[in-house]
T-cell receptor
């Protein structure tokens, strides 16, 4: 079974600064996907960024980038130029890649990191 | 394009009562997932539908939970009878036919069992 650990329950960052959220995972699988989801207060969860384990290049989406270290099983999220709208709960998630068609592409989540951006 | 919707947004019931949660996935999405987050814990997988069929229900906690997906469209999750430990936020997500595609989440239903 897979586990995902987010060791920072809460973090804060000044507006326009950079912050890094940590995520580690444990798996015996070689092929999988990793995700960061964001849930703003009273709003629904949306995908921030996605990384395929077979890709060595770190994924980037505008101000959001990841540092994917497969050997260390680490998948941190860096938010540059933080904005007030980045205030949210951030969840790291793991998805095993299936080949046989059996089973489901369920997500395994960490407990989340509550990020507050301070004006 | 409408996103995933869930109804109700909040539900407060007493122990022993029945509650039914509804999820409407994004139109055309074959895959529908239910997850639950109990306060202070991780979001946990409950089950997965492919169209109207249950692909994986390994996360369902016990037989008090019953999920259906009528005609491969919307899904319901019924809890009968509800217990205190069922309190939490129930999320629904959907994805397209390519099963490893991104899952789009609904806003969740907050269930409180008193």
């Amino acid at each position: 079974a897979q586990t995902v650990t987010q060791s920072q329950p809460e973090m804060s960052v000044q507006e326009a600064e950079t912050v890094t959220l940590s995520c580690t995972y444990d798996t015996s699988e070689n092929n999988y996907y990793l995700f960061w989801y964001k849930q703003p207060p009273s709003r629904q969860m949306i995908l921030v960024i996605r990384q395929e384990a077979y890709k060595q290049q770190n994924a980037t989406e505008n101000r959001f980038s990841v540092n994917f270290q497969k050997a260390a099983k680490s998948f941190s999220l860096k938010i540059s130029d933080s904005q007030l709208g980045d205030t949210a709960m951030y969840f790291c998630a793991f998805m095993k890649l299936l080949y046989s068609g059996a089973g489901s592409y369920q997500l395994t989540f960490g407990k989340g990191t509550k990020l507050s951006v301070i004006p | 394009e409408a996103g995933v919707t869930q109804f109700p947004s909040h539900s407060v019931i007493e122990k022993g009562q029945t509650v039914t949660l509804r999820c409407d996935p994004i139109s055309g999405h074959d895959n529908l997932y239910w997850y639950r987050r109990v306060m202070g814990k991780e979001i946990k997988f409950l089950l997965h539908f492919v169209k109207e069929s249950k692909q994986d229900e390994s996360g369902m906690p016990n037989n008090r939970f019953l999920a259906e997906r009528t005609g491969g469209t919307y899904s319901t999750l019924k809890v009968q009878p509800a217990e205190l430990e069922d309190s939490g936020v129930y999320f629904c997500a959907s994805s397209q036919a390519i099963a490893a595609d991104t899952q789009y989440f609904g806003p969740g239903t907050r269930l409180t069992v008193l």
